[in-house]
């Protein structure tokens, strides 16, 4: 069983194209997170939902719009898609606990191809 | 803001070495700092150093923090070439929301 599954695995397309990517998880988890990995490798957070209240919210562009419709599923659409989008979107969770912390848990990624 | 440094950025080693891969870090209000291991996809979770818990040790892996010098090593005894991955370390604070800050990685690869 997947525990955080990402769909799709690739996705290549033109500037300028909307696109979405989705992730579920089936851990139980009420916190849900996305990452970004760019050609260096440097994974940074973009979005964070607890308990589908959106608690984490970086510098990233307005076209990156997050949305969670229940606690298990964490969904990220990206309008007006750029070159510099290009990178493996990494979709996470864990269980929020004051003490002790919980590690979060990541899905396979979704490789996006900005052609 | 949050930083993670590691080293080396790549290390080449025959199977049977043993590694030790260095992580330093600057966080406001240290909550916990973690270990992953990424092959071609996921980080899989190796370790969480806390501070109530400074020293993890699976198998052939181990980890340790030490909080004073702002530090963490994971240690990897008779490597396989399994082992051959990058290997992310990241810290939380507590002010943070639990995001977590990544360093580079390091870049092991294990030579038969």
């Known amino acids: 069983d997947t525990a955080v599954s990402q769909t799709p695995k690739y996705l290549v397309t033109q500037m300028g194209n909307d696109k979405s990517i989705k992730c579920e998880q089936n851990?139980?988890?009420?916190?849900m997170y996305w990452y970004k990995q760019d050609s260096k490798k440097f994974l940074k957070i973009m979005f964070s939902?607890?308990?589908?209240?959106?608690?984490i919210n970086e510098t990233v562009p307005n076209r990156f719009s997050p949305k969670s419709p229940d606690k298990a599923h964490l969904n990220l659409h990206i309008n007006s898609l750029e070159l510099g989008d290009s990178a493996v979107y990494f979709c996470a969770s864990s269980q929020y606990s004051r003490d002790p912390p919980q590690p979060q848990h990541f899905g396979d990624g979704t490789r996006l191809s900005i052609l | 803001e949050d930083k993670v440094v590691q080293s080396p950025l790549s290390l080449v080693v025959h199977e049977g070495d043993t590694v030790t891969l260095n992580c330093s870090y600057e966080?406001?209000?240290?909550?916990?700092l973690l270990w992953y291991k990424q092959e071609k996809k996921a980080p899989t979770f190796l370790f969480m150093l806390?501070?109530?818990?400074i020293e993890k040790k699976s198998g052939r892996l181990s980890s340790i923090l030490d909080k004073k010098e702002l530090f963490s090593i994971l240690n990897i005894t008779a490597t396989q070439t399994g082992d051959s991955a990058v290997y992310l370390c990241a810290v939380e604070g507590e002010t943070s929301g639990s995001r977590l800050t990544f360093g580079e990685g390091t870049q092991l690869t294990v030579n038969p």
């Open positions: 851990l139980g988890h009420d916190t």
């Open positions: 966080v406001t209000n240290f909550r916990s």
């Open positions: 806390t501070s109530s818990g």
């Open positions: 939902y607890n308990n589908k209240e959106l608690i």
